[in-house]
C-alpha cells in the first residue's frame, strides 16, 4: 500500500502574507488542537492586505475553475460545532479559470473593513476572524487555506463613570455598606473601594473580592452560562468589629481579562460581576454580587 501515501496531498502550497506582518503587534492565540499561534492585531476599519503565493509541487500543475480570496467574521457555538456563523464577508477574485505551472503570487486588499466585534475564544464560543483562500476545481474537492488574525477594539474614557454604593446585611445579625469609585473598569485598571462594617454579631473568618465571569451562548431552551472566577483577592483575615472600614485595592492588569460583550450578534454575551464573599466560623458563606463593565482602553506606547 505504500504507493498510496501523499497520493491526497494537495498539489500546491499556498501562503498567505500580511503586507506590514513583520511591523505590526502580535498576539497569541489558542487553536483547536490547543497549541498557541502568534497573529497580527487589527482595529476595525483598518485595510488589510498582503499577498497570495500559490506553489505547485514540483513537477504537477494546477487546473482551476478560479481562485479567491475571503475575509471572514464567524462566530462558532461549541454545542453547534462545525457551523459558523457569518457575521462578516467580502470576496475578492484573485485569478480566472486557467492551470498554474509555477510559484504565482496575488496581491489583495480589504479597504476600510468594517470588524465590529472583538475576536474572543471563550468556554463555548468563539469568535474569529480569518483569511480564507479557495482554489476552485472541476470533479476534484477545492484546496483551501486560511490564515487567522485577531481584532481589538479601542473605547475612549467614559465620560459618565458613575461609583457603586450598596448597603447589604442579615437583620440584626450583618449590616455592611460597600463602595467602588466606579461602575467601568478598562483592562488594567484598579478596582479601588472600601467596605464599613455597622453591624457585625456573628463572626466572621475571612473576606474575599471574587471577579467572575459570566458567558452566555445559544438563546432560549438551548441557552448555555458558564460562570467561572477569574480571581479572588482576600481583603481581610480575622473578625472585624462595629465601625471598621476595610479598603479596596485590586490591580486587574494580572488576568486575562476580556471587554464586556453584550447579546453578539444575537449568540453570546460576556458579562464581569465582583463578588464580594464572607465566611463565618461555621464557614458559611455570604456574598453579594455586583455587576461591572469592562473596556479596552488604548495602550499608550510606554505601557505596551
Keep these: 500500500m505504500n504507493y498510496l501515501i501523499g497520493a491526497f496531498k494537495p498539489p500546491c502550497n499556498i501562503t498567505i502574507t500580511f503586507s506590514d506582518g513583520k511591523t505590526r503587534k502580535q498576539v497569541s492565540v489558542k487553536k483547536e488542537n490547543g497549541k498557541t499561534v502568534m497573529v497580527p492585531v487589527f482595529q476595525s476599519l483598518e485595510t488589510i492586505s498582503g499577498?497570495?503565493?500559490?506553489?505547485?509541487?514540483?513537477?504537477?500543475?494546477?487546473?482551476?475553475?478560479?481562485?479567491?480570496?475571503?475575509?471572514?467574521?464567524?462566530i462558532e457555538l461549541y454545542f453547534d460545532r462545525g457551523n459558523f456563523y457569518d457575521f462578516t464577508s467580502l470576496v475578492r477574485e484573485l485569478d480566472v479559470p486557467?492551470?498554474?505551472y509555477e510559484k504565482k503570487t496575488y496581491p489583495f486588499e480589504f479597504s476600510s473593513v468594517e470588524m465590529p466585534y472583538e475576536s474572543y475564544n471563550g468556554t463555548n464560543v468563539r469568535l474569529r476572524y480569518i483569511l480564507r483562500v479557495t482554489i476552485s476545481r472541476n470533479y476534484v474537492s477545492n484546496?483551501?487555506?486560511?490564515?487567522?488574525?485577531?481584532?481589538?477594539n479601542y473605547t475612549p474614557v467614559p465620560t459618565m463613570n458613575n461609583s457603586i454604593k450598596m448597603e447589604v446585611g442579615i437583620e440584626d445579625c450583618l449590616h455592611i455598606e460597600f463602595e467602588y469609585s466606579k461602575s467601568k473598569y478598562h483592562l488594567k485598571d484598579v478596582i479601588i473601594g472600601k467596605i464599613y462594617f455597622l453591624l457585625v454579631r456573628i463572626k466572621i473568618k475571612n473576606m474575599e473580592l471574587e471577579i467572575r465571569r459570566r458567558e452566555s451562548t445559544g438563546s432560549g431552551p438551548n441557552t448555555y452560562v458558564e460562570t467561572e472566577t477569574l480571581a479572588k483577592f482576600e481583603l481581610m483575615d480575622g473578625a472585624p468589629v462595629r465601625g471598621e472600614s476595610i479598603p479596596i485595592r485590586l490591580f486587574l492588569s494580572p488576568y486575562e481579562l476580556t471587554p464586556t460583550y453584550r447579546n453578539i450578534n444575537n449568540k453570546f454575551s460576556v458579562k464581569y460581576y465582583l463578588n464580594l464573599v464572607l465566611v463565618d466560623e461555621e464557614d458559611r458563606r455570604y456574598f453579594k454580587q455586583q455587576e461591572i463593565s469592562m473596556y479596552r482602553l488604548l495602550e499608550t506606547p510606554a505601557s505596551s
Excluded: A, M, N, Y
Excluded at 143 to 152: A, G, L, N, Q, S
Design 143 to 152: 484546496i483551501t487555506e486560511h490564515r487567522d488574525f485577531c481584532v481589538r
Design 98 to 100: 486557467g492551470e498554474i
Design 51 to 74: 499577498e497570495v503565493s500559490i506553489e505547485p509541487i514540483q513537477g504537477k500543475k494546477v487546473e482551476h475553475t478560479g481562485v479567491k480570496i475571503e475575509l471572514l467574521g464567524q
